[in-house]
């Protein structure tokens, strides 16, 4: 139901996001990195099953909503995680569908971002962006510490460390913010839209790693929405470029690594 589709990968390290394309489905996920001592299922394990699962459970009779809850479900048997553990890997979800009846179903659980870009030349821009609200004093810290050319050394990943310890005592619970992990019910707090297709141009998806440098760096969404899949990894990779040329140490643009991995898609309606 699009009619054309461009994306573009880089991962880096980590290599936890993933990308989805199904035939009228398209989906990011990011999963969380371990700064800590790394558990038994990865980041990316965790975002590659539940993936997997979202495109099984996908039924266009259910909200957006149930199917995630039915992926996770199946997700967590599969691995073998226990429910609700506050250790377990988690994700973001970015996903849009679209529907009989000419319409775009959007749904956003933790913070990759979706834009949609209508045809009057407007942009709509989705993220959840609740754990960022939160305002961890870890947060704050490391970002500050590498402002000042802290750089990316041991001390840095203690902080990580520490701000990944309070953010597991808040994650899925009210008062502190939801995500996709061992909590199905999470699901029902993800942010969801409906749309009409005819005032679509196209929707982007992507991940925190293409996001955030291509803000410091002035990119549009338009400009983004243009390219084609070989110039999309074109972009990334000369994001990744000044993330290590220009700005190596996170004074520019503080952020957790100095490469996260990246994921982009577009999708034209």
């Given at each position: 139901m699009f009619s054309r589709i461009a994306s573009a990968?880089?991962?880096?390290?980590s290599d936890d996001d993933r990308l989805l394309v199904a035939s009228d489905t398209v989906a990011v996920l990011d999963g969380a990195s371990a700064f800590g001592s790394p558990g038994r299922v990865s980041g990316g394990a965790f975002a590659e099953n539940l993936g997997r699962s979202l495109v099984d459970e996908m039924d266009e009779s259910s909200s957006l909503t149930t199917v995630l809850v039915l992926a996770l479900r199946k997700t967590i048997a599969m691995l073998g995680l226990p429910f609700g553990s506050?250790?377990?890997p988690s994700s973001t979800v970015a996903v849009i569908r679209a529907r009989t009846g000419g319409f775009l179903d959007l749904l956003a659980l933790g913070d990759s971002t979706i834009v949609l870009g209508y045809r009057d030349g407007t942009q709509e821009i989705i993220c959840d962006d609740r754990l960022e609200r939160l305002g961890l004093p870890q947060s704050g810290a490391y970002r500050s510490r590498l402002q000042r050319g802290g750089g990316y050394n041991d001390e840095h990943r203690e902080l990580l460390v520490e701000l990944q310890q309070e953010q597991r005592r808040r994650r899925n619970r009210p008062g502190g913010y939801w995500i996709a992990s061992t909590v199905p019910e999470a699901s029902r707090h993800a942010i969801t839209m409906t749309r009409s297709m005819k005032a679509l141009s196209w929707v982007a998806l992507a991940t925190d790693g293409v996001t955030d440098p291509l803000e410091a760096l002035g990119y549009s969404w338009p400009?983004?929405?243009?390219?084609?899949?070989?110039?999309?990894?074109?972009?990334?990779?000369?994001?990744?470029?000044w993330e290590a040329e220009t700005d190596p140490c996170g004074v520019v643009l503080p952020r957790a690594k100095r490469h996260d991995d990246k994921t982009l898609i577009v999708a034209a309606v």
């Open positions: 990968q880089l991962p880096a390290n506050p250790d377990a400009e983004v929405a243009a390219l084609n899949s070989n110039e999309m990894a074109d972009l990334l990779s000369r994001l990744q470029q």
